[in-house]
């Protein structure tokens, strides 16, 4: 049983957008812990993407590859989090995870939980 379950991602244009989504049914993952989004293009690292502290003083941070298209959001009643992203470029393209861990944010690492993926493909 995955814990994360991601959907939404899909084929897109250049300019395009796509909301991937991130749910999961237990609590304990949830609440008052880190959830974020990565990605990982063939041949590359997995890199992070957002994160957010679903919790009180929860700040949104995003790599600098996607500050100003990216948005990470919450909504506390479905135990989802949420990556809209808008003008999506080919570089872009990737798998992307959902994952969390316990406790605040601060850094990209020790990341407990993933969830399978799901695919973004920007092209013309």
């Known amino acids: 049983q995955e814990l994360l379950v991601e959907s939404g991602g899909g084929s897109v244009q250049p300019g395009g957008s796509l909301r991937l989504s991130c749910a999961t049914s237990e609590d304990y993952v949830y609440s008052r812990n880190c959830l974020g989004w990565f990605r990982q293009a063939p041949g590359n690292e997995r890199e992070g993407v957002a994160y957010i502290y679903i919790g009180n003083g929860g700040t949104p941070h995003y790599s600098d590859s996607v500050k100003g298209r990216f948005t990470i959001s919450q909504d506390n009643s479905k135990n989802t989090i949420y990556l809209e992203m808008n003008n999506l470029k080919p570089e872009d393209t990737a798998t992307y995870y959902c994952?969390?861990?316990?406790?605040?944010?601060?850094?990209?690492?020790?990341?407990?939980?993933w969830g399978q993926g799901t695919q973004v493909t920007v092209s013309s």
């Open positions: 994952a969390a861990k316990y406790g605040r944010c601060r850094t990209w690492a020790d990341f407990t939980y």
